[in-house]
């Protein structure tokens, strides 16, 4: 079924653009289906499911490293399928599959039933759900992009800081099969007819402007809600250029890699503590409805620290923020590792989340800012397997190396040396600038990427 013309109506009838749409249609499934996916709400069910099996914590950890291995492989193929269709079917599939697995993980009993549920789910969070979400807003958003990633960050935040403490609250009430049921419902009741309903590719598919201002014409200012408006004869100011480049051009820039070899790095950092850090608290003699805060608390540090980097994003050259958000990773990780109790739980945790926050806003950003909306899910498809990998080497490697030592104060330590090793590399990753004459495709937009 196709929504054209109702978005078309809809459009026409707002006193506010478009965009605000996608962003809210785009906001649903980061809310839901990726926090219900995320390390930070699977870190609450590590104790309880593997107290019940007798799971050693590196076969719990595999399922969320191969889940990732396999939205590794399918990335590429959904960044091209974001390009040329959009995200609409993309994220209402990939929620039902999340929801699916959800709900089957409440009937599993072997450790094989647990990976072949939470995997499928695990590598739709991955990928799809990342591409799709950022790469719509991304595409609808020049002048204004920091800001409306950061509030996607912010209710994929919320979603973050809630869904651990309710699962919690559901594993202590009724068990942890009823919490994964729940989860799962929520995701299919909320995740999928809103996105097919609302989504469109992007502005200029709709006969719009990319992110106008109140007169329609895109500048470095302007209130967050201005009215919509069709598409322009005068054109932009050639300060207001976007370099759009192919995905040979993005694979030839230095800027690429560094960035590819800094998302390996961070989210390492990023899902190897998030996943663990809850048992490490419950290890240190925590209560376990009081560990969950540390999950819940990392989570939430994500809120304020993506409102805190966006509003500098214009401002501040993007690597050397993206350099910053490392370091407060650093102490965080190693901050954490060190930590008995919750009085200093919180605060790291908060501090962790701070840094994550900023690492997930800005490379969203930079990869828009740099590389143009043009190819973006090309480019970002090629470029996700980095993160992925992180992502899927940061839990097992915690999980194998608390089987070695009994302990995660090792693997988070190494983790912070990582991180800061990455945040003085990331200050070579200046802007690509413009490309050849020939070659370039220039369309109305902000002013690329400070260097």
Known sequence: MRFEGLRAR???????????????????????????????????????????????????????????????????????????????????????????????????????????????????????????????????????????????????????????????????????????????????????????????????????????????????????????????????PARHAEYNYTVRQALATRAFWILALFSVLGFVVQAGVSLHQVPHYIGQGVPTHLAALTASTFAFGQVPGGLFWSALARRVPLRILLSAAAATMTVGAIGTGLSSSLSGGIPMGFLLGFGVGGIHLLLRLTWADYYGRTHLGSIRGLALPAQIGGQAMGPIIAGFMFDATGGYETPFTIFGILVAFAAVMVLAATPPGPLPQASASVQPSVAPARS
């Open 10 to 236: 809809l459009a026409k009838r707002l006193p506010f653009y478009y965009g605000w749409v996608i962003l809210a249609a785009a906001s649903v499934p980061s809310f839901g289906a990726r926090a219900v996916m995320a390390v930070a709400t699977l870190s609450v069910f590590v104790v309880p499911m593997t107290d019940e099996f007798g799971w050693s914590r590196g076969q719990f950890s595999g399922a969320v490293s191969l889940g990732a291995l396999f939205g590794l492989i399918v990335s590429p193929f959904a960044g091209r399928l974001v390009d040329r269709y959009g995200s609409g079917a993309m994220l209402s599939a990939s929620s039902a599959v999340v929801g699916l697995s959800a709900i089957g993980l409440s009937l599993i009993s072997p450790v094989w039933s647990f990976y072949a549920l939470y995997v499928p789910g695990r590598a739709v969070f991955s990928s799809p759900l990342e591409l799709g979400t950022s790469i719509a807003v991304s595409n609808w958003f020049i002048r204004r992009r920091p800001m409306a990633l950061a509030y996607m960050g912010i209710i994929q935040g919320i979603g973050l800081t809630i869904f651990p403490v309710i699962a919690q609250v559901l594993i202590n009430g009724w068990g942890w099969r009823t919490a994964w049921l729940a989860l799962g419902i929520f995701t299919i009741s909320t995740g999928i007819i809103p996105v097919l309903l609302l989504m469109a590719r992007r502005p200029e598919d709709m006969g719009l402007e990319a992110d106008p201002d109140k007169s329609g014409q895109a500048d470095s200012g302007g209130e967050p809600f201005s009215g919509h408006a069709a598409i322009k004869e005068r054109p932009s």
